[in-house]
């Protein structure tokens, strides 16, 4: 028994083999059970009993081989397989996702334009008369503070507190019948993980004839059901606001304790935002007749209440614009 001769020809046949197909064949002819080295197995017999001894290492030797060598083969093949293969899918690209941001400003637009307003983008720098005079500010109104405003240009310009502003623009331009939805950025002295310099805001505006206290709850009640779930209840509480009379603060049941009263909340109420109704002087202010048209006005932020969001966990509104990509992967 030639153990060189049988490599060698093993060898031989591997270099033309092209595909797994002949590669299987060739292991059958050499480690199949009717192949060259069972059969070379079956000669022992015939071998004088004091060769048999060498016979049987020259016979384990070759097996050890042929079997190496086939196993490599089988190695290489398939890392070429993988080289080759266009059908083998490709390392996937890792893709974005919206910001939580704009999935809640979706949903405010969504959820109003539904009921007729109409989304509009007013300034977010602005001159004196439209965030803070024309909505019936006095020079001395706490929003007007250096400490808690972004102001430039000694006063000139304002980073705009409110989307209020947007009131002024929309009825400067526009005669009654009025339904507007401002959405845009809001600028604060203020940071906490209640507060951003940054952040957004907005205002609904319904200027027409007749409109009532009613209207307001019936929109408010509308709004808090489609975005928070029909399990939530509105209230509204008098307040003070300079542009519009009478006031309101807007609460809403909390979700934690279901309007029992909790740590979280205020006796099961959590506060939301400002509403109202269009204050006459305003409405004089951009030359509406307030003996025949009123309106309402509601104003609320946009982080702040996808927070209280129940299936939304986010515990401080900063997080919303960091770059940490596993807070916002969850959106
Ligand atoms: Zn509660």
């Avoid at 400003?105 to 109409?118: A, E, K």
Wanted: glycine fraction near 6%; charge should be positive.
């Amino acid at each position: 028994m030639e153990v060189e001769s049988i490599l060698q020809k093993l060898n031989q046949e591997l270099l033309q083999a092209s595909n797994p197909k002949q590669l299987e064949v060739i292991k059958l002819n050499y480690l199949g059970r009717s192949g060259i080295i069972n059969d070379l197995a079956q000669k022992i017999k015939e071998i004088k009993p004091e060769q048999r001894s060498e016979f049987g290492k020259q016979l384990n030797l070759i097996k050890q081989e042929v079997t190496k060598i086939l196993e490599s083969h089988k190695i290489k093949d398939s890392e070429n397989k993988l080289e080759i293969d266009n059908s083998i899918p490709d390392k996937m690209p890792s893709t974005g996702s919206l910001h939580p941001t704009t999935h809640a400003i979706f949903q405010i637009q969504d959820i109003l334009s539904q009921i007729g307003f109409v989304r509009k983008r007013y300034r977010e720098i602005d001159d004196d008369w439209h965030p803070f005079k024309a909505l019936n500010m006095p020079d001395n109104h706490p929003a007007r503070d250096e400490w808690e405003t972004f102001f430039c240009e000694n006063g000139k310009w304002v980073l705009t507190p409110h989307t209020s502003n947007g009131q002024i623009w929309e009825m400067e331009n526009k005669k009654p019948p009025i339904k507007m939805l401002n959405i845009t950025k809001t600028y604060r002295r203020q940071i906490s993980p209640k507060h951003s310099p940054m952040f957004h805001q907005f205002e609904g505006l319904y200027v027409d004839k007749n409109v009532s206290i009613a209207h307001l709850k019936g929109t408010l009640d509308y709004f808090i059901k489609g975005f928070f779930g029909s399990n939530r209840e509105t209230r509204i509480r008098p307040y003070h606001f300079k542009f519009t009379e009478p006031s309101f603060e807007v609460d809403i049941t909390c979700d934690v304790c279901k309007g029992k009263g909790c740590k979280v909340c205020k006796a099961g109420w959590l506060e939301i935002g400002g509403a109202g109704m269009v204050h006459p002087n305003v409405l004089k202010n951009v030359g509406i007749n307030s003996k025949v048209y009123n309106g309402f006005a509601f104003g609320f932020g946009v982080e702040r209440p996808y927070m209280m969001k129940g299936d939304i966990n986010i515990p401080d509104i900063r997080m919303f614009y960091t770059t940490k990509l596993d807070v916002l992967k969850n959106f």
